[in-house]
């Protein structure tokens, strides 16, 4: 995987003209004749993406000029420009053309993404030196490349074989990255749960051979407290409740939730925002064996709640309970969970939404202006009071998949605020996976709401007052 980065700031550069097709003709207006004359031959017409390279009298590349699209094409898309910086012959570039600041952050980051490559796997034959951009002016060229980097991490995380990122494994990545921040580390392994009173996370892993876990980091000694929890089932057979094969393949992205908030953790810790961080991961596998639990066993959770396991495919929010539990055990300004938790997200919004849900307007709000601002586009669902009493199912406090039918998303928020006490809190049901190639989102795993998060951690936690 190549590291995200920015052309040196001294480095010869060419021009990458970003050009509309309203403005095409003003743009061809200054250029010399020669070059006028070649865009015109080429049929250039300014749409999303669109390159031409622009030779020089001697015929080498003297600059480019892409296409950013109309107004209605650039509103059906983001990161347009990914597709001809993909195109870019290597070298230095830099930015020309009349942008808001916003369009100069956006054309960055897309030039930083598309630079994403998994080759773990398939190593590349030879290895092709990318394009590299230089930062525009006005852009904060740090935050982007802490976004960048942050994204790759999450994107290595879940595009990983379960095979290669089990428990173990996940939590190896994890000690790394609080390796590289300095920050403090622990694991509670395969029994040690039950000692330790995490019960459901024990009992959803302790039929694999790879044993459930623990994962916590704490970073910073100053400012606002911010938890973050996020799923991390490496692979999801569904249980005794097994999935279809059809269901299973794309279970390696069952530790979505884990991998975007490693992703997010990086970017806090690499900005070494004035926050005091905890990260909770746990991290387990859900498959088959004579331990595993059965529909209609009751666990009684680290809260103390019972909970009635109707569907062993319902195992995210049982794992996600205790760890929430816990990081409400210790004082926090906000906790924050993501999780490839449920179909019906899906279902009501695509793959390219994050859904969230959040009871707090103010949290919600500084939410929607980071989307907006890092140009990661959210859904916020509503924590439908009324459907508490579909998750009650009389015999236990709980129950973890309810035959209702409707609403599987929000019952499941609904069941994992139940576990949350005394902070202001918000929870994703993200996808973790983008089906298709898209501008500077290969097929594959993606974080979602992690750069929403970042932007609106000023406004959360209050670092701006």
């Known amino acids: ?239 005794l409740n097994i999935k279809a094969s059809s269901g299973m393949l794309l279970m390696k992205k069952d530790m979505g939730g884990a991998a975007t908030v490693m992703g997010l953790a990086h970017m806090i810790m690499r900005l070494g925002l004035p926050i005091r961080l905890r990260v909770l991961i746990p991290a387990v596998e859900n498959v088959i064996s004579g331990n595993a639990q059965r529909p209609k066993d009751i666990l009684i959770s680290r809260k103390g709640l019972t909970v009635e396991v109707n569907d062993t495919d319902a195992e995210g929010r049982l794992v996600l309970g205790d760890a929430l539990a816990y990081a409400c055990e210790t004082p926090t300004d906000a906790v924050i969970s993501m999780a490839t938790l449920t179909g019906a997200a899906r279902i009501a919004v695509g793959p390219d939404l994050a859904p969230y849900y959040c009871d707090d307007d103010a949290m919600a709000q500084a939410l929607e202006a980071g989307a907006k601002a890092g140009f990661d586009p959210v859904w916020r669902l509503p924590f439908w009071t009324p459907y508490e009493h579909i998750i009650e199912p009389g015999i236990a406090d709980l129950d973890n998949a309810p035959g209702w039918g409707f609403a599987g998303s929000v019952t499941a928020a609904l069941f994992l605020r139940r576990f949350v006490e005394g902070p202001r809190y918000m929870h994703f049901d993200i996808y973790g996976h983008t089906p298709a190639d898209l501008p500077a989102r290969p097929k594959g795993g993606a974080g979602q709401g992690a750069r929403a998060v970042l932007g609106a951690l000023p406004a959360i936690l209050g670092l701006n007052a």
């Open 1 to 239: 995987m190549p590291n995200p980065t920015f052309a040196a700031t001294d480095a010869a550069s060419r021009a990458l003209h970003l050009v509309t097709p309203e403005a095409l003709e003003t743009f061809l207006a200054a250029q010399s004749p020669a070059a006028a004359a070649w865009l015109r031959s080429t049929s250039f017409e300014a749409g999303p993406g669109e390159l031409r390279l622009i030779p020089g009298a001697d015929g080498t590349v003297q600059a480019a000029v892409a296409g950013l699209g109309s107004a209605k094409a650039r509103a059906r898309g983001r990161f347009h420009l990914a597709r001809a910086a993909a195109a870019l012959p290597a070298g230095a570039w830099h930015l020309e053309g009349d942008l808001t600041p916003p369009e100069r952050e956006e054309a960055a980051l897309a030039f930083l993404l598309q630079s994403y490559r998994f080759d773990r796997y398939r190593p590349a034959k030879t290895a092709a030196e990318p394009a590299r951009l230089k930062a525009p002016e006005g852009v904060d060229a740090a935050r982007l490349l802490a976004m960048a980097e942050g994204e790759f991490l999450t994107r290595d995380l879940i595009n990983t074989p379960a095979l290669d990122m089990g428990p173990a494994e996940l939590e190896s990545a994890f000690l790394q990255l609080a390796e590289r921040f300095h920050a403090k580390a622990t694991v509670i392994r395969g029994d040690d749960l039950l000692a330790q009173n995490f019960p459901m996370i024990h009992a959803v892993g302790r039929a694999s051979t790879r044993a459930p876990r623990l994962l916590e980091m704490t970073w910073g000694s100053t400012g606002p407290h911010l938890t973050l929890v996020g799923k991390g089932v490496c692979f999801d057979t569904g249980g």
